[in-house]
């Protein structure tokens, strides 16, 4: 197995891999638009990626590239949509920067709130103001809001209690009973949050559904003097608004991640925001810590090896999530040569897709089960010709897929 590193990569990683008999090229500093060539070059297989992009054109490219891993939990930076047309898989690493993350979100909490950065610019300066800085809202009984209550959120959660704050949550998949587990109050929606608490920290997954998340409306029905925390992604937050709320409402802004952030090979920014003094920043270095970095160089080998093993990769992101088949052929048959290619033949030949199979064998290996999602019902002479090879062919029953997991049958064998 050839893997390609791409981007900045713990040795512990590397060594691992190499250990493993996988054929390793770490070229940290490619740019987005040189990884298909250096992944065609390696002839590789699997491509390992932290915050460098990768667009459509590596899958052009990259031929026998079958898996893409980000070392890190978010993807977007992954051009998803081609990767999928062009049969490669995407996985990531979930929950392992999860501590790292939350101890940044609580940094620029504090930062925000006692406005720390700025003492320092103020100092290196030479400036002196003990009186202008010495109102600070402070933590201890004012009310974290936290929206996303995944690994990381539930990271932040349990910090806010050791600083004596109430929490009030939103999560889509929170429920009452998790939120009591959790010691927090559960809102209905994102906008509930923001009109209740003097915080709020963002910690969702970016994907069209929390794109602007926080809006002009969002913001405009948070407290004045509030302070809103980003470390998840640049999208979830409408930056301009924000820029405009930082003004009217003295929203303070404590930002990881941004709209049109700097690429991992860019040593300048030109933030607009960056440039207001309520701002305080970092350079979307949440999971960077050598802990997180060791706990997810690790899971990436893990995944690596894994698909080497058994061609299935752990923590897929891009498979089918309900399937489009309408129908499910299940054929048991003896394990000999020619009875797949049998089956699968007469099913081609009446021009029906094979949307997922799968063939299991009994103990002792002397049959099998095919499993065989359709795209459309076969004919009752299809499914003749599919019983003619009847010296290998036990049976063939076709069921009616309902949902995913749940069918009923409608033909028996013969």
């Known amino acids: 197995m050839r893997v390609l590193i791409a981007d900045k990569f713990q040795a512990s990683g590397i060594k691992a891999l190499e250990d493993a008999g996988c054929e390793v090229s770490s070229q940290p500093d490619l740019a987005p638009e040189a990884i298909g060539k250096a992944a ?10 932290r915050s460098t992009k990768v667009p459509a054109s590596v899958f052009d490219e990259a031929t026998d590239l079958s898996l893409v891993i980000r070392a890190g939990a978010g993807y977007d930076t992954i051009d998803v949509e081609a990767a999928s047309k062009k ?35 103020d100092l290196r300066e030479g400036k002196w103001d003990k009186k202008g800085y010495g109102k600070a809202p402070g933590l201890f009984g004012r009310t974290l809001g936290v929206i996303g209550t995944g690994s990381i959120g539930r990271e932040v959660i349990g910090r806010a209690h050791a600083f004596g704050m109430p929490v ?11 939120a009591r587990e959790l010691g927090v ?12 608490a003097d915080i709020v920290t963002l910690h969702v997954s970016s994907n069209p559904d929390t794109k602007h998340m926080v809006s002009a409306k969002f913001l405009s029905e948070m407290k004045d003097g509030a302070a809103l925390v980003n470390t998840t992604r640049g999208a979830v937050v409408d930056e301009a608004a924000l820029l405009k709320a930082m003004e009217s409402k003295k929203i303070r802004a404590g930002l990881d991640v941004y709209e049109n952030e700097p690429g991992g090979s860019d040593s300048t920014s030109d933030l607009a925001i960056a ?12 999971a960077s810590t050598d802990q997180a970095q060791e706990a997810i160089a690790a899971e ?7 698909y080497r093993d058994s061609g299935n990769a752990p923590n897929v992101i891009n498979r089918e999530a309900r399937s489009r088949a309408k129908r499910l052929l299940v054929v048991r048959h003896l394990n ?3 009875v797949l290619a049998h089956v699968v033949g007469a099913i081609g030949s009446a021009h029906i897709n094979i949307e997922e199979m799968e063939n299991i064998i009994y103990e002792g290996g ?37 949902a995913p997991g749940a069918v009923t049958t409608i033909g028996a064998s013969s």
């Open 40 to 49: 065609s070059e390696h002839d590789a297989d699997i491509l390992v990626v």
């Open 87 to 121: 049969g490669v898989f995407v996985a990531n690493c979930p929950g392992k920067n999860s501590i790292a993350v939350a101890e940044l979100a609580w940094g620029l909490i504090l930062a925000c709130d006692r406005l720390i950065a700025q003492q320092t610019i």
């Open 168 to 178: 009030v949550a939103w999560s889509r998949s929170l429920t009452d009973s998790v």
């Open 185 to 196: 109050e559960r809102a209905e929606l994102p906008i509930d949050v923001a009109r209740r």
């Open 275 to 286: 440039r207001h003094p309520l701002f305080v920043g970092t350079h979307h270095v949440g």
């Open 300 to 306: 990436t080998v893990r995944i690596a090896l894994a």
């Open 336 to 338: 000999k040569p020619g």
């Open 366 to 402: 002397h049959a099998a089960c095919a499993r065989l999602r359709l795209n459309e019902e076969p004919s009752a002479d299809v499914l003749a010709a599919i019983r003619a090879k009847s010296d290998d062919v036990i049976s063939a029953d076709l069921t009616v897929l309902k």
